[in-house]
T-cell receptor, first 114, second 113 residues
Framework: NAGVTQTPKFQVLKTGQSMTLQCAQD?????MSWYRQDPGMGLRLIHYSVGAGITDQGEVPNGYNVSRSTTEDFPLRLLSAAPSQTSVYFCASSYSTGGKSPLHFGNGTRLTVT | GQQVMQIPQYQHVQEGEDFTTYCNSS?????IQWYKQRPGGHPVFLIQLVKSGEVKKQKRLTFQFGEAKKNSSLHITATQTTDVGTYFCAGPGDGGSQGNLIFGKGTKLSVKP
């Protein structure tokens, strides 16, 4: 019962570097999403997907790309890291779309951009 | 745009005291969900409320959904140190957000033994 698996747990990048945060789920959930969490800001939606081949932007999508080639995987790409992207990133999945069912979160990736 | 607001932002209590956090949405919600995040951890789903006026209990935790389905509360009776963490409410966004969950900023609870 792995649930939602995120890698890496920690990452330090220099400004301008690119990287991919990995997210995989084994629950056959159609809906997957990425949130970032900053102090005092709660959880803000970056990108989401309602199924393989379908992605869309959330509240704070700038500087990030996603793709959904399979039901299981939903990687988040930082194109050119900036200090403002220092944050904790959570991947989450749910059985149904539209906020009708609970989100299952991964353990998070703590990213620091210097 | 649609907002989900939580108060208070922080709450410090003595172990054994009660705790309540309140959640208000700018729009009517089809359901509201509550999550708990322990320090250094990830949000974990606690409960979902769907019906107007619904009340659900989980041991010392009582969850309520307002009659107008725009507000909710979480009440913890006789807090314990294991209750420490941040409690988030979340509701589906309006049509423009395709129903993605919008989270409140959370209430951070600390419990002094």
């Amino acid at each position: 019962n792995a649930g939602v698996t995120q890698t890496p747990k920690f990452q330090v990048l220099k400004t301008g570097q690119s990287m991919t945060l990995q997210c995989a789920q084994d629950m056959n959930h159609e809906y997957m999403s990425w949130y970032r969490q900053d102090p005092g800001m709660g959880l803000r939606l970056i990108h989401y997907s309602v199924g393989a081949g379908i992605t869309d932007q959330g509240e704070v999508p700038n500087g990030y790309n996603v793709s959904r080639s399979t039901t299981e995987d939903f990687p988040l790409r930082l194109l050119s890291a900036a200090p403002s992207q220092t944050s904790v990133y959570f991947c989450a999945s749910s059985y149904s779309t539209g906020g009708k069912s609970p989100l299952h979160f991964g353990n998070g990736t703590r990213l620091t951009v210097t | 745009g649609q907002q989900v607001m939580q108060i208070p932002q922080y709450q410090h209590v003595q172990e054994g005291e009660d705790f309540t956090t309140y959640c208000n949405s700018s729009t009517t919600l089809s359901n509201i969900q509550w999550y708990k995040q322990r320090p250094g951890g990830h949000p974990v789903f606690l409960i979902q409320l769907v019906k107007s006026g619904e009340v659900k209990k989980q041991k010392r935790l009582t969850f309520q959904f307002g009659e107008a389905k725009k507000n909710s509360s979480l009440h913890i009776t006789a807090t314990q140190t294991t209750d420490v963490g941040t409690y988030f409410c979340a509701g589906p966004g309006d049509g423009g957000s395709q129903g993605n969950l919008i989270f409140g900023k959370g209430t951070k609870l600390s419990v002094k033994p």
